[in-house]
């Protein structure tokens, strides 16, 4: 549901999506696990040289009397940027990922994640009402140098507690013991 959301933002549009905002809220349960919760790929480092220097000269020329005083200094450090998510949400009922591209290589955010949410229902049918926001914002293109857009998707879905939907990742770093079977 988060995937096509996502992709279907970048297919409107020949911009790269820079940012986008993820929540998942839920009515009648609660999330007892969230993946990811941290991801960083495509990293780049720079290296940024500070310098600063400067005279100054004091003094009376005509009798020869001239002093100069310099100094510099000069500083080093790395600069690293990545593309990244962070997922947040266990023990609530609200799900938020944040999806920032690379700042140096702008080459938009991941469109495709697997997000995956176990959830301890509340009602007693095991129903429950998922809620799917994605705010993006997309970057400028050639064609427009200064289009910066912000989209909005919602979506909701209904689950009735008996159908099994979805599949289990195999990145899933969680005991198949945890699931129980209804």
Request: hydrophobic share 35%; aromatic share 4%; glycine share 8%.
């Given at each position: 549901?988060v995937e096509?959301?996502i992709?279907?933002l970048?297919?409107r549009s020949?911009?790269?999506?820079?940012?986008?905002?993820v929540?998942?809220?839920?009515?009648?349960?609660t999330?007892t696990?969230?993946?990811?919760?941290?991801?960083?790929?495509d990293?780049?480092v720079?290296t940024?040289?500070?310098?600063?220097?400067?005279d100054?000269?004091?003094g009376?020329?005509?009798a020869g009397?001239?002093g100069l005083v310099?100094?510099?200094?000069e500083?080093?450090?790395?600069?690293?940027?990545?593309?990244r998510?962070r997922g947040?949400?266990?023990?609530?009922d609200?799900?938020v990922?944040?999806l920032?591209?690379?700042a140096?290589?702008?080459?938009?955010i991941h469109?495709?994640?697997?997000a995956?949410?176990i959830?301890?229902?509340?009602?007693?049918d095991?129903s429950l009402?998922?809620?799917?926001?994605i705010?993006a914002?997309?970057?400028?293109?050639?064609?427009?140098?200064?289009?910066?857009?912000?989209?909005l998707?919602r979506?909701?879905?209904q689950?009735?507690g008996k159908?099994?939907?979805?599949?289990?990742?195999?990145?899933l770093?969680?005991?198949k013991?945890?699931f129980?079977k209804?």
């Amino acid at each position: 549901m988060v995937e096509s959301s996502i992709a279907h933002l970048q297919e409107r549009s020949s911009q790269f999506v820079t940012a986008a905002h993820v929540e998942i809220g839920l009515n009648k349960g609660t999330i007892t696990v969230l993946q990811p919760e941290s991801i960083d790929d495509d990293e780049t480092v720079d290296t940024v040289r500070k310098k600063l220097s400067g005279d100054f000269k004091i003094g009376y020329a005509p009798a020869g009397v001239e002093g100069l005083v310099s100094a510099e200094r000069e500083s080093e450090r790395e600069k690293t940027s990545e593309r990244r998510i962070r997922g947040s949400g266990v023990h609530t009922d609200r799900a938020v990922w944040t999806l920032r591209e690379n700042a140096r290589n702008k080459k938009g955010i991941h469109l495709k994640f697997v997000a995956v949410l176990i959830v301890r229902p509340r009602a007693p049918d095991r129903s429950l009402e998922v809620d799917l926001e994605i705010r993006a914002k997309l970057g400028p293109s050639i064609g427009n140098g200064l289009g910066i857009r912000r989209i909005l998707a919602r979506r909701t879905k209904q689950f009735d507690g008996k159908s099994m939907l979805g599949f289990r990742p195999t990145t899933l770093d969680i005991s198949k013991e945890w699931f129980n079977k209804v």
